[in-house]
Each structure stands twice: as C-alpha cells, then as structure tokens.
C-alpha cells in the first residue's frame, strides 16, 4: 500500500478532496491549521484570522491504482495554487 | 495637524493596545494569541458591526444624505482601484497590480471603527448608517479588481477548467465569509428594529457594550500580525512602502471634497474619508488568494496590514480629522 | 396555526442569524466558523442555563408543580424511546432504531431557549424551575437506549473485553460532558442563591446579560452545521426524513395533554412541549457513538441536527403555542 | 525502526493510548482535530462542539517489537469503532 | 481557624466552579475545555487585572502605603526563592530546586482574584493598588531562580551555543508573555485613567462586569488541569507533597508579619499575604522550560498546579485570613 | 526525496527553523497543537494556557543533502531539549 502526503492551503481543500473522491480514495485524513514555507509564500497561523486561511495536510493510504489516478489532477491544482505532494511505502499493521 | 490630536488618539486603550502588541514583536517577548481567538474577534466585530448599523438605518430610513452618501461610497471603491492600478503598473504586472488595487478600493472595518471611537472621544456626532456605506464598499473594489485582470491580463488556463467567469467574480465578491457576515448581519439588524425592538434590548449588552474592549483585544492582536508583516515589506521596496503611506493620503483628500460636496457633517466626513483611506486586508485578500494566484500574497497584505492599517489608526485618522476641519466648516 | 407567530418567530435575532448560517452554506459562502470556538459557545450556554435554572429552581423551592411537572418530564423521557423505537423497527435493526429513539427522548437545549426567547418575546410569562425538567431529560433517555440494546439487540463482544455493563452504562448517560456541566451549574446556581446571593448579583452580566447574544452567535454556526447536515440526510431515506418532522408534532401533542393534566399555565406548558417534542444532538449521539458503535451516527445526528432542530426553532415553537392555546385556556 | 500511524476517533484515545504504554512504545505523539472520510463515516469539524469529537492522529516511532505486541490489540479496538493503522520504515536523523 | 470562613469561602461561584471541574476528572466524565479556550480566558483575566490595577493605581497615586508595600512585595520575591531553595537542595539538585524556588517566589494571578472575590464577599475593603505588586513579583523571582542556576550549577554547553547570559535572563524574566500582557495592561491601564476617562468607562462592560464570570469559567478548567496533575504528584514523592503544602502556610505567615510591619489594613494584608503564599503556573514555568530545560517540569508545574493552587483557594484564604485577624486589629 | 518528521516543544520552534533554513531546506510545514509522550515528559493539551506551550511537528520534505547539513545542528537541539527526529523515503507524486 502507498501513503499519500499532500500540503497545501485549506482554500483549496473541497478541490483537493473532490479529486480524490473522483479517483475513488478509500478514504483519507485532514489536517487543518498547518502552517509552513514553501518555495515563494509564508503562510503563518496569524493570518489566519484573515480568512486567507492557512494549509492542510491530507494523508491518504491507498493503492497504487489510486495515486495514477489521483496524480494528473492533483498535480495540475498544486501546480497552480502551490503546494507538495510525496508518496512513500506504507504496510496495513 | 494639531499634534495634540494625534496624542489624544495615541492614548486611547485600543490604540495602546495596538502598540502594546506591536512592542511585543519588537522585544521578542513571546506573547501571542493562538489561532482561532483572533478569529472569534473578527467574526463577533463584523456581526456588531453590521447589526448595529442596520439599526441605525432603520432609525434614519433611506432619506436625506444616506442614498447620495452611499452612493458616492460605492462609486469610490469603484474609482480609486482604477488609479491605484494605473500608478501600480508603473512597476508591477497586471496581476499584482490589480490584486493590490483592489485592497485599496476596499475597506478596513477596525480602521473604520476606531474613527468611531475617535469621534466619540472628540464628543463630535456620526450617523450610523455610515456603517451602510462600510458594508457597500467591499464587493465593488473586488469587482474591479478582478475584471482588471480579465481585460488587461494573459489568463493562464485554470487547473479543472475554471476560467474566470462573471459568475464566479460575483460569488467572490459578495459571498465572502467576511462581507457576507457584514451584510447578514445588517440586514438582520434592520429587521430586527423594524419588527422587534425588544430583541434590540436584548442584543445590546453583546453587541454593544462588549464592543469596546473586544475591539482592544483585537487590536493588540493586529499590533502583533503587523509588526510581524513589516520586515517583510522591506522586501517589497520602497515603492510599494511609498504606495502604502502616500496613497491613503491622497484617496483620504478627495475622500474630505467629496464629503464637502456631500454636505456631510464633520462626523459623517471623517468615517467617509477613513473608508476612502483605508484598504482591506480581510475579504480582498481572501477573494485575490482564490482568484488571482498568480499575485504575490506577501505583496497585498503586507502593504495594508503592515503599514497601511497602522499608519491610518494611529496617524491618518487625526491628520484626516484636521483636513476635515479644515474644508468642512463645522456647522451642524 | 397563525402564521403571524411563525413570522414574528421568525424575525427575532436568534432565528435570523441561524437563517444566515443556512443560507451561506446553501450559496456556498465560504463563512465558517472555526472549532473550537463553537464549543466555546455551547459549553456557554450550559453552564449559563443550568446556573440561572439553579437560582430560578432556589427561588421557586419544590412545591406545588415544581416535582410534579419534572416527575412527568422524566416520564416523558423514558416513553418517547420507547414509542420512537417501535416505530424505528419497521425499517431499521436494533442498534441504529435504539440510538434514534434515545436521541428523540432527549433534549435539546438550544431548542429550549429559543422557546424561552419567543415567550418573552410574546410576552407570556414561565417559570426558571422548567431548566431542572430540561437537566434531568438527558440521562433516562440514553439509558433506555443502552437497555434496548442490551436486551433487544445480539451483542457483538466489545474489544478490550468490555461488555456493557450497568455500571458504564449509567456512566456514559449521567457523566457525559455536557449533562454534567449543565447539571453541575444547576447545583451551583442552586448553592449560589441559597447561600451566597452578592455571587448571583456578580454573575448576572456573565450568565444573564450576555445570554441573548451569545445565543444568536451560536445559532449562526448551527445554522451551518444543519445545512450542511441536510444533503446527507436524503441518502437516509424518506422514511427517516418522515420520521423526523412527524415525530416531533407527535410527541409535541402528547406533551401539550399531559402539560394540561398538570395544570401548567401557557408559558410552561409551551416549554413542556418544546422537552417532548424536540430531539439531542449532543449528549445523546456522543454517549451512542461510544457504546452503540454498530448504529451508523449519520442517522441519529442528520435527523435531529438536520431536520427536526430547525424544524423546532422555526415553525415547530409557534406551531405548538397554537396546539397550546388551543387546549389550555390562559387564564394565570 | 519503524513508524507507526494510527487514525481513529478522538473518543477512543485513552485505551489506544492504553494499549500503547501496555506494549512499552518508548513515546507517541498525538494529533487531535483531524478530520476524514473512511469507508463509511465522514468526520467534520464543524461537529466537534457537539461532543461527538473529531480524529486523532497518533504517530509511534518504535522497533518492530513493538509492533508486534501492540498489534493485536490496536486492531481490535480499530476494526470495532473504525480508524486505520499503517507501518512504514523510519531512520533516526 | 473559623470552618464559618472556610465554607463561605466554598461556597462561592469560583470555588464551586473548581471543584466541578476537579470532580469531573475524579469520576471521569469526558467534560474538557479545549485549547485553545482557557488560553482565551487566561490573557483576558491577566488583561482586565492588569487594566484595573492601573486605574487604580492612578486613583491612588504613589502615595502613602504604595511605594512601601510594592517594594515589601518585591522583596518578598527575592527572599521566598533563597529559603525556597535552601530547603529544596536537601532532597533536590541545583536544577530542580531553582525552578521550583523561583515558581514559589512568583505568585498566581488567580489565587490573588480568588481572595479578592473573598475579600468582597465578607465586605472587607481592600485597594486596588495591590495589583501592581501582584505585576512586580513574577520578574525578580525568575531572575532569582536563574542566578541561582548560574551560580550554583554546573552549566552544561547549550546548543546554538547560548549560555546564559544576563541579557537572556532579564529577557525571559521581563518578556515572559504573560508577565509582558499583565504589566502592559497595568500602564494601559494608568494612561487611560490619566488621560481619557470615557475610556475607562467604556471599557468597564468587558474588563469589569464580565469579569467573575470569565474568572468561573477558567477555574472550571483549572479544577480540571489541577485535578489530573495530582496523581503525576504521588510520584514525585512526599517530599514534594509536603512542601506544596507547608511551604504556603510558612510564606503567608512571614507575610502577615510583614503586612502588619507595614500597618496595612486586613483586606490589604490579606492580599500581601496570598501574594507570598501562591506559586506561579504561568510565568515561571514558561521560562524555566526554556531556560533550566535540566530541571523536570512535571515537579514545579505538579506541585503549583496540583496542590498549592487547589490549597490556597480552597482552606489557604480562609486560613490566611485567620491569621491576619488575629495579628492584624481591624481598625481602618 | 527525503522525509524529516521533527517533533519537539513549540517552544524550540524558532530555533528548530532557523536550523532549518540554515542548511537551505527548500519549504517545510509545521503543525502545532501536538501533545504526546517521550521517554520522560508528558505534555498535554491542557496545558497549553499555560504558556507552556504543547509540541510542535515539523515535516520537511528535501535532498538527502539537506539532511545532512542539518543532522548535527538539529540532533544538538533536540538532545538538550528533548524531541524526536526520523527520516524516510518519500517520492514527489
Ligand atoms: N519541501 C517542503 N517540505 C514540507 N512542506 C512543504 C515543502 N514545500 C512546501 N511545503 C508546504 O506547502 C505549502 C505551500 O507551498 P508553496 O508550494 O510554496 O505554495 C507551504 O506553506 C508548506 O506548508
Ligand atoms: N484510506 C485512508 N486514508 C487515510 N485516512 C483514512 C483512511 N480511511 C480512514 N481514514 C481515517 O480514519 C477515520 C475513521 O475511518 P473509519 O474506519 O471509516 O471509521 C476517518 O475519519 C479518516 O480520518
Ligand atoms: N517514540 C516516539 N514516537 C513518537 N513521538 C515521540 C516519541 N518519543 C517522543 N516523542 C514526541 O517528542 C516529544 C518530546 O519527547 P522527549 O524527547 O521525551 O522530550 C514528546 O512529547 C512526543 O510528542
Ligand atoms: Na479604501
Ligand atoms: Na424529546
Ligand atoms: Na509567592
């Protein structure tokens, strides 16, 4: 099994989430209120007030079958908006 | 300017609030308001902001200055992105251009509100259905903005095919959690003095005598998220600090001859140029984050919340209130 | 049914502002409210209504309908799961019909002051003591639902070999979060009046002044939550969508004949009815979700938090004032 | 060394937490308000106020040894309320 | 020592409030109060103590007993750490008995509010010029505890390296963010007082009025935090028990001793008093985390929070308030 | 791809990315609000008014190279303070 890591603002969260439903994810996990830099942009918590909003981190373990599926979509939204997006091994306990 | 003004300013408690959180950042003193307090403020400010007003306009009606008066607002928030654009191309691309002037046509509710309290402190009268005017201003600047970007700007292909339609420039500009709270929050407070002025009573001791201290609280928060914005403005450079002192200025004084044309009372003059002068960091950004990522975020907030918005509380609204004076005979 | 009440129900700030919750989500504002803060508001209101029960409770001592009036409220909460459950059997197993029905004999107390608001608003006068009916509905309703389960249902062996016992049971139903705080902060206020009257004068602008406002901010956010609870409930079935507007009405009947067998005045007797008719969403569905993990939780939350919730607050209240005006003359 | 990642409702921290200090993990870290979807349950945080509680996210780093002491018991608590469990491989810095 | 004073005492909404939530934790109901909601309600009790302290500190002027009793207070949190320590080293190293020294020089704010609701609850006057005390007692006794570890400890080489130098000890004692919001307010405070007393007035709803209850909402939280420290206590040894308990009672007598030295009157020598007896929670344990990392934090934050808080609020006030009659003649 | 899971006291976060920044990582998230257990402190939520602060988990995602220019510094702060560091192996999706 693989182990999806995707970091990203939280406004693009319902997109994010849409095209993991779409590639039917068995299910996943958000973090909200994450902070962090990137290569270009500080987003601090202290905005977040603002309603700009600060990052969430998504973890989704599924099967490689999934992450081909996920992968153009996803890539094209982070790609746009910025954001990270790793995949590592993961084995069920 | 009388300086005697500005210390007046200086020494009320949401100002020194302000300046107490903005002290903090400075000597690393490790005081913070962890996320989401600050929101809490935000949210309960624009709720009694908006009922409030709401109840003040259903005391005044829709009669004598308040049309022509809003509706020289609105026309502001549509006219100073469009100057604050053609300055801005002088050095930036359209994107950013246009997400910065668009802050600019927008407002700064707290800025707005400390004028209040200013004008309170001076014991100089204001009617409440400026905070109509507060209200009307955001949706418009975002509009401009964003159509700034689809006449004059290269539109990259958005990811999911979502080019940027008149719908969706609409629903940003209107639903914006912010502006809407606003805007419900008026309405409701309309239809609650029209149909239950009990409820009035009952919403008082909440919305309104709560305001002040919660309005403290909030602004020793701001002080803390400015002065963590300023280093990063040196970044930007000194055109854009120069834009971020010099342009509230100049929309604050055809903000004071507007008011004059108006006849506006110095009150009703003051809040009108604090509108004009101040620039949004609350819906602009949010709506800009959304629409036009392909300006720099640090750009547009760190003008407005690091330099802008301090420099207006402490120093614009005193020095507008002697234009004020000064154009505006005070005669009512 | 008047219409008129259902609209002056419906233009005080509390219904508005819950209003204004639904209608962002259903524009797809992106207004929200971030957690924890409204839990900061319900853990509010808790304490606000036990407290002020407590002193009301201290005041009117425990005559006349004072134990009447709670011994049938208590009644009523261990009937309805009852009656609810075998309706719920038609169509659903054990464990998800027993954590439906639990929920419905429950209470809830958002509910319950918006009938308090309208009745002041109506200017119809009701006694504090009813918040001690309201306190002690929570627990006896969980508790049938956790015997239902244990004698009607095959219970699958717990991890951790834990078997429901009586001892947990009774547990999850008294010790839950928010029946302890509101049964907590009666007993204090209760404590506070007897012996300590400067400390209830002290807490009044806290637990009293504040109340209105805080209510309303609340009702935003649940509002949002209900809105956004709707959609998933259509995946439940009409049947369930039935069960949740009918139930109520049901229930509301029942209780208005019962209030007239205890000779309770309109006011009460509305308060009486607003206990049977409406449903939990936050002791009951916490309690069943730890013990009752078989039943699916997005039935028991969509159908109270999503339909009869706002079906209560908004034509619900008005709609049993007419069944009580009907059936009790007002004569107090 | 391996790295293990539990998801789970809030509401059973205490006897995951348990089950964890049983098997001797030498520390875990635990992140609350996170919020899913699985196969079947959504979890909000919009519901969080009502008691229900949202996800907790708990992260053991520990030998393989653990692993296998605490498996049995983690599986069970999870495939009765739900939540996922996954292992994958960690090197100390 | 009169069990009347100390059920009174009980009695009272804070007290009550504290143990609801120290009897949650017992019978392990699932109520908690998440972050960050006490952090909420801690800077807005160290914000209102502050603001009030100021303006009361202005009414009084530095004047008469002033000057005196701030500078016994100061002294008091020299003196407390050395003897502190002395006592700690018996069983403890330098690391350890440093910090929990310096934590029982420092005070607590909420002790101190705990004996004023008591002082007005018994109509005992006393002067609001106490809080500033209150503000001068936590720096000097982190400063006190730090130099104890510079001189008396074998410093290990800190990473980055940052040995610790003066500068970094006045920082950390000084711009500690709790101590920074309570001094800050206390100024905030003073100016308003001396230059906008319509500020004052309007800033009374939120720091004032509301202030008894937020106080009962963070004891609710405190009885919690306090409750689950205890049992870490039991490990720690009975050593520790018995000095977080004894160690108050020994400061509070010096300080009645003190306090009549000074001739101040009960309500006020009350004050001093508690102000020797608390230890910090807030303060000192921050900066000793950072500063004494060596030093085991669950034994200065067991002791404070788990037992010499509960103590002092719960029999320490009453007790203290014994003592002081008995040495100090009530004739103001 | 490498990643860094660092986990520690909120109140070395500053500390922790300048440490970070020095060694040139190309971004990192932070995720505050962590409580949990290490061999010898326990630091839970409930404290966190206290200016206590709770722990703080910081992912970096970068080159081998990155993590070894920071090993020494990072490994320095975390054995006085205390606090967890594990590397693996992660590929961008
Ligand atoms: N190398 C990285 N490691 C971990 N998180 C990262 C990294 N780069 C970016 N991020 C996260 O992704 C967010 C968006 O980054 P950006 O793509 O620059 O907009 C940042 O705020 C970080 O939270
Ligand atoms: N495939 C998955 N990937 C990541 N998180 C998951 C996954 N499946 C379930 N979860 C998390 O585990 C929680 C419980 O899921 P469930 O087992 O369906 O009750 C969900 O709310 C998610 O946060
Ligand atoms: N084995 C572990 N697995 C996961 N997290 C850990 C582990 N050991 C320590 N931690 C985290 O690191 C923090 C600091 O631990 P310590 O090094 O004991 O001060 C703890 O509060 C945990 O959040
Ligand atoms: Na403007
Ligand atoms: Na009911
Ligand atoms: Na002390």
Redesign the pocket.
Known sequence: MKRLDLIFSERELEQVLAALEKAN?????VMKHATGRGPERVITEDMEFTGFGSNAHV????DQEVIEKIRENIRSILSYYGGVAYVSEATPL | MESNLILQNVLSPPILFFFLGVIAVILRSDLEIPAPLPKLFSLYLLLAIGFKGGIELQKSGFTGQVIPTVGAAILMSLLIPLICFVILRLKFDVFNSAAIAAAYGSISAVTFITAESFLENQSIPFDGFMVAALALMESPAIIVGLLLVKLAGPIKRRPNAKPMKIGSILHESMLNGSVYLLLGSLLIGFLTATNNPAGVEKMHPFTGKLFYGAECFFLLDMGIVAAQRLPRLKKAGSFLVGFAVLMPIFNGVIGVFIAKALSLGPGNALLFVVLCASASYLAVPAAMRMTVPEAKSSYYISTTLGLTFPFNIVIGIPMYMTFVNKVIPATI
């Open positions: 994810a068995p299910g996943y996990t973890i989704v373990f599924c």
